[in-house]
């Protein structure tokens, strides 16, 4: 039941409780009550177009008839669904109906329901098309209302009146999703091409207009993607402790509201306008900036349309310490216009920034950048360095990995400290999340195949807030099915934000809420409807351990696939600094307490962050052994030769290869 | 005391599942809450009251890329 205030009604003499707004139609529907309704559907706003809907409506002074799918109940009243008076009505309508679309079977049913099996008049206009549109207007509603986008409409009036596109052309912004013909009634409306020719199109589409309709129902109050995308996560991580600031030192920062996504859904994101990365795709989560004026660069003072920004190009910001906005979407375009990627800069400038505050670096160092943290515009000047390949650009552009090499041997910095603070595993700079409290994403990062990326689990909520994983053995199972699901959505193509950001309404009933099992079978279906070949979760997975290993063997023989490639920079795993340490005190004190078992009274801030850091080091080791086992690596990271024959990968120059590393 | 999550809360009387949510600063949209292994539907974490001594599970789901 909703918390909003209740109301009580009575309707064909049955009571029923409904949330005060509730309409007639609404709350028969709960009770079982029927009413024919040719124009409503719970995905668009009512229209009361058919009126096939009436009722009887008592309030105590007097009765009249009213469309049910638009009247809202806000007082106590009695309804009658098919009294004499709304019989006579609704007859005279399907009689009317079925003598314009004598053989659309909706019609003759409903007809046939209330009574009428023969029209008393004859329509000169009568339209024997079994799939006749009836003009009931769900199209056209669901595609503004719904899709957002406003292809079709009605045109022409009385007898004429019809559903068309625009000049009756094709239209080049129907994004193709289906939602149209998935909603009309009549088949009126039908998609006339499969240009991939599925095995089954219907199975294909069905899954689809499944994910559609929860982001029509659920979208505003879920994950809000059409609204401002992935930016939604700003405040969350930011509530949460994991938005990294400064090079991951810290995971929050006071500023964090000036780059929220309010302010960017407020002043800058066009809204009411759509954009997904493929046409027909009803997420939409891709946003744009439209007439931003440049500040700085070679574009300079010219208005541009910028893509973005996404969740990791603003956590990308508060890493470097920068606080605002106009700089965001700058920097968003900079890259963008350079083929950068925003990840990439952001950290490894979040990392020159920290060395230049250690000291590794000054301006003579960087041919004359003052780049502290929150250094907006230096940081715009190196990414400009960085495009036109100039100075200290040349260095930066190569990545942390290079520069890691560079410092220690042209400025003589601690090697080992810039290990530690410079966030890149595999040779990639780390995306935008702070992992120091979760170890299952610590290993999300460490072992992903290509390198510092999330996108092969995000498991730190499980982990770390809801607990769900205690164990080495359920976090490595976690290390084994997300990485294993989410390459599924590479191998085909598929993007996998539809699968988790917004969730179906039952999920929370389901033994694995936090798979979406719901979403999954989509999938299953997807692919089945597509090849023709029936799925379930665990094929799907089979499909992906396959690639999966067989990506493990090729960073093997390019040098990258052994245990050592798997290590992390200790900024990931916990505080480096005494000032880190110190600005979370409570926390770590209370963890070398209860989880490493040493008192920390009577130590100093030096003393603890190397016991923390003892502890913390030794269970990232046990999380690669139990990681490894569950995957049948060796202890090494290297697929064993059973592994490889079990998954049909029998290759002899593969199995010779892990046979050389000893698996 | 209720537990959350497995950290402890303080209990006062009426304390609804909302007020629990804002207490930890729980800001993700997805939530499924239980209360002692009992689901509370989404649209009535503001009617429903948290007994003493509850075991309170608040599973965050996953999103973003
Ligand atoms: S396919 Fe989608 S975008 Fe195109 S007209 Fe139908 S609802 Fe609108
Ligand atoms: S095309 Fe279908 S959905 Fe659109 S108005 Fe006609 S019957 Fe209704
Ligand atoms: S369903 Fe109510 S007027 Fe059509």
Known sequence: ?663 | MISVNGESLDWSPGKTVRDVIREMNYRFPLLIVRIDGRLVPRGSYDSTAVPDGAEVDIIHLMSGG
């Open chain 1, 1 to 663: 039941m909703d918390d909003r205030n209740m109301i009580t009604v009575e309707i064909d003499g049955k009571p029923v409780t409904v949330e005060q707004d509730t309409t007639i139609l609404e709350a028969a529907r709960r009770i079982g009550v029927f009413i024919p309704a040719l124009c409503s559907s719970d995905l668009v706003d009512p229209y009361a177009a058919c009126r096939l809907c009436v009722v009887e409506v008592d309030d105590g002074r007097r009765k009249k008839l009213v469309t049910s799918c638009n009247y809202p109940l806000r007082r106590p009243v009695s309804v009658e669904t098919s009294s004499e008076k709304v019989m006579r009505n609704r007859k005279t309508i399907l009689e009317m109906m079925l003598a314009r679309w004598p053989n659309v079977k909706l019609i003759s049913d409903l007809a046939a329901h209330a009574g009428v099996s023969e029209p008393r008049f004859i329509h000169p206009g009568a339209d024997l098309n079994p799939n006749a549109c009836v003009l009931c207007g769900l199209c056209m509603r669901i595609c503004e209302q719904g899709i957002w986008e406003n292809i079709i409409n009605f045109t022409g009036r009385g007898a004429d009146r019809s559903v068309r596109m625009p000049y009756d052309s094709r239209q080049p912004h129907c994004i193709g999703c289906g939602a149209c013909a998935e909603i009309c009634p009549t088949g009126a409306i039908t998609m006339a091409d499969d240009p991939n020719q599925p095995y089954d199109a219907e199975m294909v589409r069905r899954a689809g207009m499944r994910v559609t309709e929860e982001m029509i129902k659920y979208d505003d109050e879920q994950c809000d993607m059409r609204g401002v995308g992935t930016a939604h996560l700003v405040e969350i991580m930011d509530a949460y402790d994991l938005l990294p600031v400064m090079n991951y030192r810290f995971g929050a920062h006071e500023d964090t509201p000036k780059i929220s996504s309010d302010v960017f859904r407020q002043n800058y994101f066009s809204k009411g306008k759509p954009d997904g990365c493929w046409l027909g795709c009803t997420m939409a989560c891709a946003k744009a900036i439209e007439g931003f004026r440049l500040k700085t660069g070679p574009y300079r003072g010219e208005k541009v349309l910028v893509d973005g920004p996404e969740y990791e190009t603003l956590g990308g910001s508060s890493n470097m310490g920068v606080f605002d906005p106009d700089f965001v979407v700058e920097y968003n375009f900079y890259c963008d216009t350079y083929g950068l990627d925003t990840i990439s800069f952001s950290t490894m400038t979040a990392f020159i920034m920290e060395c230049y505050e250690a000291g590794v670096l000054d301006n003579v160092k960087t041919g004359g950048l003052e780049i502290p943290f929150g250094a907006g515009d230096a940081a715009l000047e190196l990414l400009h360095l960085i495009g036109r390949g100039e100075g200290f650009g040349l260095i930066a552009g190569r990545g942390i990995r290079y520069m890691k090499k560079y410092f220690a041997e042209n400025f003589g910095a601690d090697p080992a400290f810039l290990q530690d603070i410079g966030m890149e595993a595999k040779g990639m700079e780390y995306s935008e999340y702070v992992t120091k409290e979760s170890l299952a994403q610590q290993g999300g990062y460490g072992i992903a195949l290509k390198g510092a990326q999330h996108d092969e689990a995000w498991l730190i909520f499980m982990d770390m807030v809801n607990k769900q994983i205690p164990t080495f053995e359920d976090k490595a199972e976690a290390l084994h099915y997300f990485p294993m699901w989410r390459t599924w959505f590479g191998l085909c193509g598929l993007c996998k934000l539809p699968w988790n950001d917004v969730e179906p309404p039952d999920n929370a009933e389901t033994d694995e809420p936090a798979k979406v099992p719901g979403h999954v079978q989509g999938y299953c279906e997807f692919f089945e409807g597509v090849t023709g070949k029936p799925q379930t979760m665990d094929s799907l997975v089979r499909m992906s351990e396959k690639v999966y290993n067989f990506q493990r063997v090729f960073n093997l023989r390019m040098g990258f696939g052994r245990r050592e490639h798997d290590v992390i920079p200790y900024r990931s795993a916990g505080p480096v600094t005494v000032e880190e340490y110190e600005s979370r005190q409570e926390r770590y004190d209370a963890q070398l307490k209860e989880d490493a078992g040493i008192d920390p009274k009577g130590m100093s801030s030096v003393e603890k962050v190397a016991a923390l850091r003892k502890h913390r080091e030794k269970q990232y080791e046990h999380l690669l052994d139990a990681v490894y086992k569950r995957r049948g690596w060796t202890s090494d990271g290297v697929p064993t030769v059973e592994k490889l024959l079990d998954l049909g990968i029998d290759f002899p120059d593969v199995l010779e290869l892990v046979r050389k590393h000893g698996g």
